[in-house]
Nanobody, 123 residues
Framework: QVQLVESGGGLVQPGGSLRLSCAASGSIFRIAAMGWYRQAPGKQRDLVAAITSGGTTNYAASVKGRFTISRDNAKNTVYLQMNSLKPEDTAVYYC?????????????????WGQGTLVTVSS
């Protein structure tokens, strides 16, 4: 019913920048919070940053001041601008959204995940 498609991952040198994008599509009535999580090999998936529909943001301490989350509500898209990247930022980054989906029977609350995009920070 609802899909999230991420883009923008890749290989970057320490100190470099990347911008991730995540577009939601499908039977969307409304999107509440959107966010980015990451999972490094052998570790759990952790929140990186989140943003509400009103623009309130929340960041993990490890990325505060370096990463910026933003969203375009008209395009159902969330972005993550990552600056001053470090090797420890290497992970698969997942987009997440809390969606109110329109169905034949009415509205339904969904938590949707993207497929993940790999970010590698290495020289």
């Amino acid at each position: 019913q609802v899909q999230l498609v991420e883009s923008g991952g890749g290989l970057v040198q320490p100190g470099g920048s990347l911008r991730l994008s995540c577009a939601a599509s499908g039977s969307i009535f409304r999107i509440a919070a959107m966010g980015w999580y990451r999972q490094a090999p052998g570790k759990q998936r952790d929140l990186v940053a989140a943003i509400t529909s009103g623009g309130t943001t929340n960041y993990a301490a490890s990325v505060k001041g370096r990463f910026t989350i933003s969203r375009d509500n008209a395009k159902n898209t969330v972005y993550l601008q990552m600056n001053s990247l470090k090797p420890e930022d290497t992970a698969v980054y997942y987009c997440n959204a809390a969606v109110v989906a329109a169905t034949e029977g009415g509205y339904r609350d969904l938590e949707v995940w993207g497929q993940g995009t790999l970010v590698t920070v290495s020289s």
